[in-house]
């Protein structure tokens, strides 16, 4: 049941990977139509919702930070968010926490109510695996558009 939202999960650290290939500092915080979030806030957002979505599955994950890349915050400098190298080795370090999680949730579990704030359509963990699973690809989907807007390869096809 689980294993066809893990791989979304699966296929979408490769294009992120792969998204990040040859983008320089710079480019991971640009923002080619002048607004809007930059790569970097991107993949900091969907480090922070893993993390979330791990704490629902009941495994504990420290990504370093708290709350720096949430839904409607206003854009900052980006001094005022973790440096790359600490995105990019929390976004990593989510992969073999969600593989171990996936590889150990209980039925029981996926078809326990969820106690974060509400989502519509979400009732259950496995409601909230699959919109995590969505709404990542969502970004990824930005991520590879930002990418090209940079002069960068696509990442698929």
Known sequence: MI?????????????VGRSLEGLTDED???????????????????????????SEMGVTFDIGWTRVFQRGSALEDRTGYPARDVIEAAWKATHAAMRDAFATVSADRLASPVTRRPVPGVEKLVDLIAFCGFHESYHVGQIGFIRKQLGHSSIAG
């Open 28 to 54: 991971i915080w640009r923002q080619p139509s002048g607004s809007g979030n930059p790569i970097g806030w991107i993949v900091g957002h969907l480090t922070e919702a893993r993390s979330g979505m791990l």
């Open 3 to 15: 294993e066809p939202l893990a791989l979304i999960f699966k296929l979408n650290n490769t294009l």
